[in-house]
């Protein structure tokens, strides 16, 4: 079933002090509210979500919310909704597309947003490596060449 919109209505970046180590940072995601959305006569779901990277230590935090509409078959929506209506869960196939969604773009906005406020990247970046020299390569003479 497809996300068919994804839009931010919340954004808050604060660095409260300098950035002092050993540096902690946490992340979490929380689904706020689930309601049904009716659009021209077909249904949605309406995810709203609050997306939080704490600088531990009260060194800073990013808030990112938000809503995001859900598409599929009528009864499909009316049977996820009944059920987060009565446990505030939803079933792991939706929580998958779902919560992988809302991460992958939240994750790319808070490293915007901690570039802009100089905070430190929340997750790790990949960095390219110097290879390591091989030391049998590093000793051989002009007179080895066998070319």
Known sequence: MPIISFA???INVEKKKAIEAPLKVKTSIKI???KEEE???DLFLKFSFEYNVDYETDQGSITLGGDLLYAGPRDELE???KEWKKTKKFSPEISKDVL???FIRCNVKALFFEQE???PP??????LQQAAVNT???????GDYIG
């Open 100 to 102: 992988n969604n809302i």
């Open 117 to 119: 406020a100089n905070l």
């Open 8 to 10: 931010f209505n919340k």
């Open 79 to 81: 049977k996820i909704y």
């Open 122 to 127: 929340h997750i790790v970046l990949p960095r």
């Open 136 to 142: 049998a390569v590093k000793k051989r003479k002009a």
């Open 39 to 41: 659009i021209k006569k």
């Open 32 to 34: 706020s509210n689930l």
